[in-house]
């Protein structure tokens, strides 16, 4: 954030009417190199674990303070001459720079804005300004996981852009690493798996128990009688018998639960890869 974002959107003022695909390539995959997750993990799944919006918000932002620092500009100045000359032909049906700007001012509600040219107090805009911007990016995020496919259980218990706690309770960043991959599924389990070899999702079955599931995460750490004996070992009965442990498993914030989860994932997976070793 200190040092690279503002590398990133260097002269943002001028290119930054439209999303950047490039510039938040840079940012995600970074975001994914803290997490210790695969290249083609879910972004929006990633920016989530992190509680982090997109580059854009800063980009956006500051195109609206260079369009008022142009108003504020004397008609005879050059930059503000050549403004004015575009927002003519923009009216006129020739699309430039005031054009992609427009569209930028009127898709968040500013409309009124252009039409006067006018903002009245610009910190009160700016300020505004801001706060409409990453509402409607968090409103994009939350749309991404709620149509994403991938993210059938990660939505389960994950509905607020905000960083997730384990990432600082969890030390260890093997354990922090492997709670992150399976809480966004990047893992190995049939229902991510079957994905990459096109097999139907209601045929995506468990190998390790007769019980005839598929093999998604909920099967994973609640049901499947393989892992029995492992989560007896780490887990209260008690807390088990909860109805909605495995939600309450994944939102938790104490340190004790998030590690003992991580340790379960781990190890369970371990159980996983000998048994179906065995079985080839």
Known sequence: DTMVVPILYYSSQIWSYEYRKEIEKVHTNFCKFILGVGRYTCNSAVLGELGRLPIATSYYKRLFKYWLKILKMPNDSYVRQYYNEMVRLDEKGNKNWCSELKRQIFMHGFGYAWLSQSVGDDVKFISLADIRIKDIMRQSWLSDILESEKLRTYRIFKSMLEPE????NITSFVLRRELSRFRISNHKLMIE??????????????KMCDLNFVEDEYHFIIICPAY????????????????????NLFESKDPRTNKLLALFIISAMKIRKRSLQSLT
């Open 228 to 247: 029995t004996n492992l989560r007896l070992n780490l887990f209260p009965t008690n807390f088990m018998q909860i109805h909605s442990v495995f939600r």
């Open 165 to 168: 706690k384990y990432l600082t």
């Open 193 to 206: 798996e079957g994905r990459y070899k096109k097999i139907p999702v209601e045929q995506r079955l468990c």
